[in-house]
């Protein structure tokens, strides 16, 4: 091989070494600190063990609420899907952002299970009120409820 | 609450590594024929074939086995040995007759692999290493000093670390490294307590008591006799360097790392006095020109490596056969001399990064067991590169040790590959998610013990929802923590919450009023508790 040719591979050779060491750095940059998960989306990982998302049949998905209406209070007509679950609160992570005095900070969640959607109370202040009952325990939700938390209300729809 | 501090799994990332690893291991192979012989030698598919059936085994076992394990690991040890086997095999092209040991190494290689795949399938927890103390000590100890017996023990080379059992010869000292490691872990996760209190005071610095002292001297004592019975200075470093940086970082006290730096240089010097093989390290270190056949590995290994350069002759085209013993010691300066400085310390930063990783996950370890064990293993690594490459390049004596996955020798391979999967299996229990403990819970209980919360009312609240009780036990962190639940027992520095002293009555008697949520109690009035708010209270 020409003189050339072997200085070129044995520069490239070295260049790539190199290269391999500074993917090396990066990957350990970009590992430094560890990264926050919620519970919830560990679970959606399949990363809990016992938490994995159960399987829901699809008649009984048709069946399911489909959309949050907010039908009284500051933010009333306000929709939002349902989906997996959500989160409300006046928290920034919270899916629901309510703009009211008398909601905590994480105060409630709608979680699905395999028998429908259920509510629960995450230790608020003031209370989670569906059909105007305080509820202590997780309690299903569907579409003839109405959820009232705060000033708000709130209904699932299809 | 409910937050998890993780690491994400990476899987990708350590796959993309392991090829490019490979890729630069074969670079090496296929450039050392092109340069020699302008064509691709007609085996190549093969040599591929053998180190992507390894590398994706082993990714394969990590992927079922340790989905957390850190990514970087395999692919830096795969990048070693790949570069080891390549240099193996251009060494074997130098000799006439032509030898064979590359072949030989990528058998021990994947022998290695298994190894390691077999301590990653069956070692899911390595707490469990930790209730062999004192059997793994003596076990250790047994290997360490495995070559005295007469008859199974020869010495090669000045120094006597070797066994031989029939057709095969075997460095127990390799294993024994593990087999200690982990020994010292556990004895000091146990004994550390005792091993911190002070004793006396001597020049500002706090001494250990002497009735402490046993420990280290016994271990000096041991490594005393490794250097004179087997007159070998490295495997002597590398034992009582492993148990004093274990005990320095298990106890915290700078002392242990003084006296154990004293204990050596004394030990040194002692033995530099009294024993000729020590000398002639020393001489071969300061003044090698001295004495031209005496210290003529050195010699040749200092001009391979001044012929090298900065960016080396290039694979193939340099005459690394001219050092004695340069598949083994001093493949070091062979890659000096073909991939020049900038290779060698491109190897030197691979073995620092591996040795970073390490000690990466002593620090992120939450049981003290994990912590002793992965700083002890990530130490005797890096003290082993460090005389055996110290020694190479002239920066420290020379000592017989092995340059851990690149230099020929199916033993050091295959405890080094062993070493890399409890590196592996610690790793994954470190990185695994685990719930978070909120860490300063006594203030927001402060902030609340200012509100007056109605009993009663708050009562049946707070009993109906479990889950807005914070967590103030061990075994409320458990439920939420998938993996590795940090046992009570252990004095981990988990902040565990418990209201302080000074929380009124009131308020530890009604945690339903906001305990579980700590900034949105603030405001509001707790008569609104009963009270249905007034506007759209009509419409209800």
């Not at chain 2, 085209?317 to 004695?324: D, M, Q, S």
């Not at chain 2, 370890?365 to 002890?376: E, I, Q, S, T």
């Not at chain 2, 200012?450 to 103030?472: F, I």
């Not at chain 2, 009604?510 to 509001?524: F, K």
Request: hydrophobic fraction near 50%; proline fraction near 7%; glycine fraction near 10%.
């Amino acid at each position: 091989m020409s003189e050339l040719a072997v200085l070129g591979l044995k520069v490239g050779f070295l260049a790539l070494l190199w290269l391999f060491i500074l993917f090396t750095g990066n990957v350990v940059r970009t590992d430094l600190f560890g990264r926050k998960v919620s519970a919830a989306e560990l679970a959606a990982q399949g990363g809990a063990p016992g938490a994995k998302p159960q399987k829901i049949s699809r008649r009984a998905l048709r069946q399911l609420p489909k959309t949050l209406t907010v039908t009284h209070g500051k933010q009333a007509g306000l929709q939002l899907p349902l989906g997996e679950g959500i989160l409300i609160g006046r928290a920034s992570d919270c899916q629901l952002l309510l703009d009211d005095d008398y909601v905590s900070t994480r105060h409630a969640r709608i979680s699905r299970t395999p028998t429908g959607y259920q509510v629960e109370d995450l230790g608020s202040t003031n209370g989670t009120f569906v059909n105007n009952q305080r509820i202590t325990a997780p309690t299903p939700f569907g579409i003839e409820d109405t959820l009232r938390i705060g000033r708000t209300m709130m209904s699932a729809e299809k | 609450m409910s937050d998890v501090v993780g690491y994400r799994k990476r899987r990708g990332v350590e796959a993309f590594m392991l090829a490019f690893a490979i890729i630069l291991g074969m670079g090496g192979y296929l450039l050392t024929h092109l340069n020699r012989d302008a064509a691709l030698p007609p085996e190549w598919p093969w040599a591929l074939a053998a180190l992507l059936t390894i590398g994706v085994a082993l990714h394969a076992v990590i992927r079922w086995r340790l989905p957390y394990a850190d990514p970087l690991i395999l692919p830096l040890v795969m990048l070693l040995n790949g570069i080891g086997l390549a240099m193996i095999h251009r060494l074997d092209l130098g000799t006439s007759p032509r030898m064979h040991s590359a072949e030989l190494q990528l058998m021990w290689t994947a022998i290695a692999a298994v190894a390691c795949c077999l301590v990653i399938a069956f070692l899911r927890d390595y707490r469990v290493l930790q209730r062999y103390t004192y059997t793994m000590f003596l076990a250790g100890m047994a290997l360490l000093m495995l070559p005295l017996v007469p008859g199974l023990g020869t010495e090669k080379n000045g120094a006597r670390i070797w066994i031989h059992l029939g057709p095969y010869s075997f460095q127990p000292a390799e294993l024994a490294k593990l087999v200690l490691s982990i020994a010292f872990a556990s004895y000091l996760v146990e004994k550390r307590d005792v091993l911190a209190l002070a004793g006396g005071r001597f020049l500002g610095i706090e001494l250990p008591r002497p009735r402490d002292l046993g420990p280290i001297l016994l271990m000096w004592l041991a490594s005393l006799a490794v250097l004179v019975f087997q007159k070998d200075l490295g495997t002597s470093l590398l034992f009582f360097g492993l148990f004093v940086m274990m005990l320095y970082v298990a106890t915290e006290k700078p002392s242990w790392a003084i006296l154990g730096l004293l204990l050596f240089a004394t030990g040194a010097y002692l033995g530099y006095l009294f024993f000729s093989h020590v000398q002639v390290r020393v001489s071969s270190w300061l003044n090698p020109f001295s004495n031209y056949d005496q210290n003529y590995q050195v010699i040749q290994g200092q001009f391979g490596i001044a012929w090298g350069g900065a960016l080396g002759t290039g694979w193939g085209l340099g005459r690394p056969n001219l050092t004695p013993l340069a598949k083994t010691d001093f493949i070091a300066a062979a890659i000096g001399e073909e991939l020049g400085v900038a290779g060698l310390t491109a190897v030197m930063l691979i073995y620092g990064l591996i040795v970073a990783r390490g000690l990466r996950a002593s620090l992120v370890a939450r049981d003290p067991f994990g912590k002793l064990l992965a700083a002890g293993l990530s130490f005797v690594f890096a003290i082993q590169v460090f005389a055996i490459l110290g020694g190479v390049t002239r920066l420290l004596p020379l000592t017989g040790l092995t340059t851990p996955f690149m230099s020929q020798g199916g033993s050091s391979l295959v405890a080094n590959w062993v070493m890399v999967g409890l590196l592996l299996v610690i790793t994954h229990q470190v990185r695994s998610p685990v719930a978070e403990v909120p860490a300063e819970p006594e203030q927001w209980l402060a902030a609340e013990a200012t509100q007056v919360v109605p009993v009663g009312a708050s009562v049946d609240a707070a009993a109906g929802s479990p889950r807005s009780v914070p967590a103030t036990s061990p075994a409320a962190i458990a439920d939420d923590a998938p993996v590795p639940v940090t046992p009570p027992a252990d004095d981990v520095t988990v902040p565990v919450a418990l209201p302080a002293d000074d929380v009124t009555t009131e308020v530890t008697s009604g945690p339903g009023g906001g305990a579980g949520d700590p900034s949105g109690g603030e405001g509001d009035d707790p008569t609104t508790e009963v009270r249905l708010p007034p506007e759209d209270g009509g419409v209800l």
